[in-house]
């Protein structure tokens, strides 16, 4: 079955600190992961995904991942931390639930929370 | 804009009652899916729907139905409200299930059952 875990509920940051965002996944098959950011009262925005092809993958607000297979994860990284990062944060994984074809099985999700 | 519409942003309703959620795109997708979001547990796939005409149960389908007579509309209902239904709803689309695109959200409807 496939499933992810972030381990942290909360990540506390200081604004112009680089952030990592945690995130294992387990899959039968080749992994299809996603970043997905969830800002008050919004539905979840798309950040970047993994399907193939180089570790490292760059996405929108400067936010990136890397891919890392012998280790199953796929952690969401940031050079410099804004105060606008401050979001709930969450992992996803192509789930073929059933007869779907493209539905995504999530983490718990994690608090991002940047600090001038 | 194009995107995902989701009516109503938020009802309170009694128990028992039958409701049904709302959710509209735009973009032509052919995939659509609910999921509930609960504090604690992430988001969780209710239904599902790769092209119009077809649905699917997901994750936590009891307690729901859903309908897609056409492309652009997946209203999701629930026949007789119960307090475990108290969530927040979010409707998806994406363009070709099989393709990995990725999925545009709408921006929820809160539920409160009491």
């Known amino acids: 079955a496939q499933s992810v875990a972030q381990p942290e509920d909360q990540v506390n940051v200081a604004e112009g600190n680089p952030l990592t965002v945690k995130c294992t996944y387990s899959?039968?098959?080749?992994?299809?992961l996603f970043w997905y950011v969830q800002y008050p009262n919004r539905g979840l925005q798309f950040l970047l995904k993994?399907?193939?092809?180089?570790?490292l993958v760059k996405g929108s607000y400067g936010f990136e991942a890397e891919f890392n297979k012998s280790q199953t994860s796929f952690h969401l990284k940031k050079p410099s931390a804004l105060v606008s990062d401050s979001a709930l944060y969450f992992c996803a994984v192509r789930g073929l639930y059933g007869g779907s074809q493209g539905n995504l099985i999530f983490g718990k999700g994690t608090k991002l929370s940047v600090k001038p | 804009i194009a995107g995902i519409t989701q009516a109503p942003t938020s009802q309170i309703l009694a128990a028992g009652r039958r409701m049904t959620l709302r959710c509209t795109q735009d973009?032509?997708?052919?995939?659509m899916y609910w999921y509930r979001q609960d504090l604690g547990l992430g988001l969780r796939l209710i239904h599902y729907?790769?092209?119009?005409?077809?649905?699917g149960k997901g994750e936590v389908p009891d307690g729901y139905s859903v309908s897609r007579a056409n492309t652009d509309d997946f209203p999701l209902t629930l026949a007789s409200a119960v307090p475990s239904q108290t969530s927040v709803y979010f409707c998806?689309?994406?363009?070709?299930?099989?393709?990995?695109?990725?999925?545009?959200f709408g921006d929820g409807t809160r539920l409160s059952i009491l």
């Open positions: 973009m032509r997708h052919n995939a």
């Open positions: 998806a689309s994406s363009d070709s299930p099989g393709h990995n695109q990725p999925q545009h």
């Open positions: 899959v039968s098959g080749n992994p299809y």
């Open positions: 993994y399907i193939t092809g180089d570790n």
């Open positions: 729907s790769n092209t119009a005409g077809t649905t």
